[in-house]
DNA sequence: CTAGAATGTGGAACGGGTTTCATAGCAAAT
DNA sequence: ATTTGCTATGAAACCCGTTCCACATTCTAG
């Protein structure tokens, strides 16, 4: 491969024109200019990436910490940040992380070494405080609340549309409601408690430990869920899912048992619940990711918190 | 932020020794060791990533071509190679390109530029023979048959499911069959050539031409094309879709205006397909995203292809 | 006791760019 | 005739690491 010094070499001019004429970049003769572009072209010389990142400090890269992918939340994510990368002279790298502490450490050390210009993290398994420290080392952009950190944030304020819900399924004078949330974890995770919390709001009671099952996720997760429903004698009239796909994993173990289908609740939006027509919830995560991915590329952007209003989306009956 | 020379200096040992120490390469006695990673706490130094990168000419990237993202064919073979480099040390960037030529020459303009140190292209607008000249640059993996290139593949063989489908169709005596295939371009595409010239294989004759709709990926496109067949008065008894989800678009315009649903044949064996039981057909492109993978970071595999047999999945009826 | 091996260290080159700054030619303005 | 200002160029510093190689010790085997 040729290098810039090839081409000073080879044109007989200087590295510094050399440079100049390729990035068109202060006071180059038009004689210069073209004696250098044709040995550019001799010699099939293209800059260095690397070299040049090295140089002007900067990567044009930002750190996408990704849990896994299967799941529309992250995909969504995903899509929103990739559409607004798009011509946006940034590159999107995807870091897998499991939610597993390690991981997330090493990419951070990997902000901390400027391999990224920035972070975006969809998830996190460490602590907000923690991710918050390393900020000094790069710019890290959150998808939920911040709570009472710095980092800034896209994020859907996923309580309007839970509290529609439960406002709804209180009108049909529904009591009977089996939760699936996500994760569970040492401290419960920041949209199970907005779901249980904006339940307490509209029926002003917390619902009984065995109605709440954590950790669900999938259509294999519904299915399963279910399955432990019915063995315990757990009837719900209505379930609330944390996904539309996990509730449709529910209502195919009711349809396979034969027995009635109870109620449902998704999340997510998704193609499977328009199609049985379910009713769900949209967290609008396209748009967010997109937001964040301004936010990790506009470091004095301001407000640097951006707040999406959940939407539900009534269906059925 | 701190740099090697900082250290250097701080510890009164040389540059070299600094690295050495750092790197445990090399000799060290146990003093400076000990000294110099004193200053490496202290001035909370991490070495530059780029600058290594630069340093060892590579840079641990795999450059991802996306044309867009939502759609199975793409979020699987994404999944598997995001599944085959995590804990590689492998990093992936994502190159959405919706086809564009020019985008595509972009990023190949960054693989001659050493940005990656090799790409997969899980679809390309430009022509095989042009990609493969970029080879020269760095290595370039794609997901489809390389035809009479010499670029590494990982890919399907379409034709083993397709043809199990269409003897499956003859022998329920299926006459009248509608395609729904995947992009038109100049040269149709290797998809649809490939479902062709199954149907052709099996059925010793060509589709009418009204019965091929090109260009079709989504579910609105599956929706909007049933529409046409019935406003052309084209009634087939089976479709055979580029797509689980276009199949359900297709199957949700019939059953809206309460027509006779006609048989449905999906792909990418999603779980819209498993719900409606409807076949489908499962071209295991997760794994081929993970054998792209593998390709693209050891180049001196052998062989540098990879054809997965494609799979019919009998579902219904 | 000594040659050769093993250990420890640092100067300097290298990777491949960008940018600052000094120098110089030349034309317009005073 | 002198000053000012613009164009043009290149040496050298800079970005921040890794590594080659030469040199100096110290150890070990013969």
């Known amino acids: 491969m040729a290098t810039i010094r090839d081409i000073a070499k080879a044109s007989g001019y200087s590295i510094a024109t050399v440079s100049r004429a390729i990035n068109?970049?202060?006071?180059?003769?038009?004689?210069?200019?073209?004696?250098?572009?044709?040995?550019?072209?001799?010699?099939?010389?293209?800059?260095?990436?690397?070299?040049?990142?090295?140089?002007?400090?900067?990567?044009?890269?930002?750190?996408?910490?990704?849990?896994?992918?299967?799941?529309?939340?992250?995909?969504?994510?995903?899509?929103?940040?990739?559409?607004?990368?798009?011509?946006?002279g940034y590159k999107i790298t995807i870091l897998p992380s499991g939610w597993q502490?390690?991981?997330?450490?090493?990419?951070?050390?990997?902000?901390?070494?400027?391999?990224?210009?920035?972070?975006?993290?969809?998830?996190?398994?460490?602590?907000?405080?923690?991710?918050?420290?390393?900020?000094?080392?790069g710019r890290i952009v959150i998808c939920e609340d911040p709570k009472d950190t710095d980092l800034p944030a896209a994020y859907s304020d996923r309580e309007v549309a839970y509290r529609a819900a439960f406002r709804w399924l209180q009108q049909k004078q529904?009591?009977?409601?089996?939760?699936?949330?996500?994760r569970a974890q040492e401290h419960i995770s920041a949209t199970s408690y907005a779901t249980l919390r904006a339940f307490r709001a509209i029926y002003g009671r917390t619902p009984g430990k065995d109605w709440i099952i954590s950790g669900i996720?999938?259509?294999?997760?519904g299915y399963h869920t279910a399955e432990k429903f019915h063995q315990h004698q757990i009837e719900p009239e209505y379930i609330f899912s944390n996904g539309d796909d996990v509730a449709v994993?529910?209502?195919?173990?009711?349809?396979?048992?034969?027995?009635?289908?109870?109620?449902?609740?998704?999340?997510?939006?998704?193609?499977?619940?328009k199609l049985?027509?379910?009713?769900?919830?949209?967290?609008?995560?396209?748009q967010i990711g997109a937001a964040a991915f301004e936010l990790a590329t506009h470091p004095e952007a301001t407000p640097d918190r951006e707040k999406f209003q959940s939407e539900f989306?009534?269906?059925?009956?």
């Open 276 to 286: 049985l027509n379910i009713p769900t919830i949209d967290h609008h995560f396209v």
């Open 174 to 182: 529904v009591t009977h409601i089996g939760f699936l949330l996500s």
């Open 249 to 273: 994993g529910v209502r195919q173990y009711y349809i396979q048992q034969h027995l009635p289908i109870p109620g449902l609740v998704g999340q997510e939006n998704q193609l499977t619940s």
């Open 217 to 221: 996720n999938t259509y294999e997760d």
């Open 313 to 317: 989306i009534l269906r059925g009956i």
């Open 24 to 88: 068109h970049s202060g006071y180059v003769s038009a004689k210069a200019q073209q004696a250098i572009e044709r040995v550019v072209a001799e010699l099939d010389y293209a800059p260095n990436a690397i070299a040049q990142d090295l140089s002007a400090g900067v990567t044009h890269t930002i750190g996408v910490v990704l849990p896994h992918s299967n799941h529309p939340y992250f995909t969504q994510l995903l899509n929103g940040i990739m559409d607004a990368a798009f011509d946006s």
């Open 101 to 137: 502490r390690s991981l997330e450490l090493e990419y951070l050390e990997q902000l901390r070494r400027k391999a990224f210009d920035a972070m975006i993290f969809t998830s996190h398994g460490i602590p907000l405080k923690e991710l918050a420290a390393y900020q000094r080392y």
